[in-house]
C-alpha cells in the first residue's frame, strides 16, 4: 500500500479519535500537534489503526513511535 494511501486512512482515524475535523496529518505530525491527545486517545488511535489495516502492533513497535512519519512505515511493514 502506498504511503500516501495510508495517511489518508489516518487522517480519517486521525480525525475520528479526536474528533477534530480540522486534522490535517504529514509526516512530521506528533502527538503535541493534537490538542486532545493523551494516553487514552493514543491506546484508541492505536485499536482503530489496527483495525482497519487489520494488522496488530507489538508494544515495543508502539513504544517506538515518534510522529506519523514513523507510524506510516510500521503499517506499511507489517502490510508488505
Do not use: C, Q
Not at 490535517?24 to 489496527?50: K, R
Amino acid at each position: 500500500m502506498e504511503m500516501e494511501i495510508i495517511l489518508r486512512h489516518l487522517t480519517t482515524i486521525f480525525r475520528n479519535v479526536f474528533n477534530d475535523e480540522s486534522i490535517f496529518l504529514n509526516n512530521g505530525t506528533t502527538a503535541g500537534d493534537i490538542g486532545s491527545w493523551d494516553s487514552l486517545s493514543h491506546m484508541l488511535m492505536i485499536t482503530e489503526v489496527e483495525n482497519v489495516f487489520s494488522i496488530k502492533f507489538k508494544l515495543r513497535e508502539i513504544n517506538k513511535l515518534k510522529n506519523v512519519g514513523t507510524l506510516v512505515e510500521l503499517i506499511k511493514s507489517k502490510l508488505t
